[in-house]
């Protein structure tokens, strides 16, 4: 300890329920950052896939043309999965020659929103983690900093002469387990706020899309009617 804090060593040196509850806050934090690093690709791609889709979808094209470009591609996912899902059952109700307009867009209606909210639970995924995280972090390493002062103070009690630079290092374990919850915490906590807010963000624009896909749905029906 002369050579100032050496954090491994007061690891080593510490209980073994308190280098446990180390153990299970580093493997928190790890499992973390693999979702946040997961999180940060996921919405990332499904904002781009989105972008390019739209400026597809808005550019006048043929929708039939399009649909058989993204099923033969296959693998779809986000916005063009509720794209394909609407406009198959849209085809499926037309050919069956049904005249009731409202059922049809009814149905393509509910097919987009299944598979809209099956998209949304893909990017929801392992987010309520990150919140378990954030919040039990602070208290499992407030247990092991309990622990360990509990720890220091009886073993304490039976030396004679106490000093400061005798408490020190043993008050220095215990904090540690506090320092590691923090550690945890803190990111888990900022990535689930920041990834829940994309999520909605994402979730508003693919129900704005399915609004409108709905209306373009409904024109061409009239188009084809008149046709």
Known sequence: MNGGLNIFSLIADSSVPVQLVLLVLLVFSFLSWVIIIRKYTQTKAALQDAEAFEERFWSGGDLAQLFREVSNRGGNGGIENIF???????????QRKTHDTRSVIEGSERAMQVAGTREIGLLER??????????????????????????AFQGLGEMKDVTIAV????????LIATAMGLFAAIPAQWAYNRYATKV??????????????????????QTDDVA
């Open 84 to 94: 394909e899902s609407g406009f198959r059952e849209f085809a499926r109700q037309r």
């Open 200 to 221: 909605e963000r994402i979730a508003s624009r693919y129900d704005v899309f399915q609004e409108e896909f709905s209306s373009v749905l409904q024109r061409q029906i």
């Open 167 to 174: 408490v020190a290092p043993h008050i220095s374990e215990a």
């Open 126 to 151: 392992n987010l309520e983690f990150l919140a378990n995280v954030g919040s039990i972090s602070p208290y499992v390493g407030l247990f092991g900093t309990v622990w360990g002062i509990m720890g």
